[in-house]
């Protein structure tokens, strides 16, 4: 099939806003149990190649983003790390189409324009309203009003999500009552409907303990066989060294762009974390 391109640039209308419509509450297909390898056999490639070129964003005086270049493989697991405050989520809410940028930002797929997944870092809301898990997802993944239940279109997709994060059996609890990590396998779940073909996390181990961390690395497995694209933001270099197929530096501009064993050197990660990083080669 012919490849489709998606362009975002500051000369045209945010495509990414129309992604965005697309972004939240997608899904992945059933989980595969295997043990996460990035020698894993691969079915067909879904997800599209991302290229950023020279991609800049300035919000009044300060520079969020300098001139950030790399490009993310189709079907890879590609982490983005940096310090706080180094643009890592500037630069994902500029893909989304929430932020303006300069530069180019395009979205090649291997056949028609497909679906991208979002999960977000954490979720903010009222923990006093009476909103159960199933009642956020309803809201969160169907059309029809919440207040109305799960429609039987998404009731089957929605509970199967949940199975695969291990909250089946928190449906009918308020999402104000469940723990950090609870929360964050709800918004896991979330991102998991309908299946996606370019799934971005924004640090999704952030608040996860060790049972909701093993059902993470099982669903990147999954998503690694099914030649899904995977752009992943991390804290955790032990899990990126781990887990990722390629790293990506970011302190403002792009300081490394390497495999994980090439990235994550002691000289790499001092420069990426020190307060004016210097460019490396």
């Known amino acids: ?5 998606t ?8 495509v990414g806003a129309g992604l965005l419509a697309n972004a939240v509450g997608r899904s992945a297909t059933s989980l595969n149990d295997t043990p996460l390898s990035r020698a894993s056999p691969r079915l067909q490639v879904s997800g599209p190649t991302l290229d950023f070129a020279d991609v800049s964003l300035t919000l009044g005086r300060t520079t969020i983003l300098d001139k950030v270049t790399f490009q993310v493989r189709p079907g890879s697991v590609h982490a983005l790390v940096g310090p706080n405050g180094g643009g890592k989520s500037s630069l994902i809410k500029t893909l989304l189409g929430q932020m303006p940028h300069q530069g ?26 009476p909103m159960t898990v199933d009642d956020f997802m309803a809201a969160m993944c169907q059309r029809r009003p919440a207040f109305l239940g799960l429609s039987k279109h998404y009731a089957a997709a ?33 991102g998991l409907i309908p299946s996606p073909q370019l799934l971005v996390l924004d640090e999704p181990m952030s608040a996860l303990d060790e049972a909701g961390i093993q059902v993470f690395e099982r669903l990147l497995a999954h998503w690694r066989t099914a030649g899904i694209t ?16 390629h790293v990506t530096g970011l302190n403002r501009r792009v300081l490394f762009d390497a495999t994980p064993q090439q990235a994550l050197t002691p000289e790499r ?9 210097r460019s490396l080669a």
């Open 269 to 277: 990660l001092l420069t990426l974390f020190s307060t004016h990083p």
């Open 1 to 5: 099939m012919t490849s489709k391109e």
């Open 7 to 14: 362009i975002l640039t500051n000369a045209e209308p945010p």
């Open 104 to 129: 180019r930002l395009s979205l090649q797929w291997p056949g028609e324009p497909g679906t991208i997944g979002y999960v977000p870092q954490a979720l903010e809301f009222d923990r006093g309203l």
């Open 158 to 190: 929605i509970g199967e999500a949940l199975v695969r994060v291990g909250m089946q059996d928190k449906r009918k609890r308020r999402m104000g009552a469940l723990s950090g990590g609870e929360r964050q396998r709800v918004l896991l779940a979330q």
């Open 230 to 245: 995977v752009l992943w933001i991390e804290h955790d270099l032990e899990a990126v060294g781990r887990l990722a197929d």
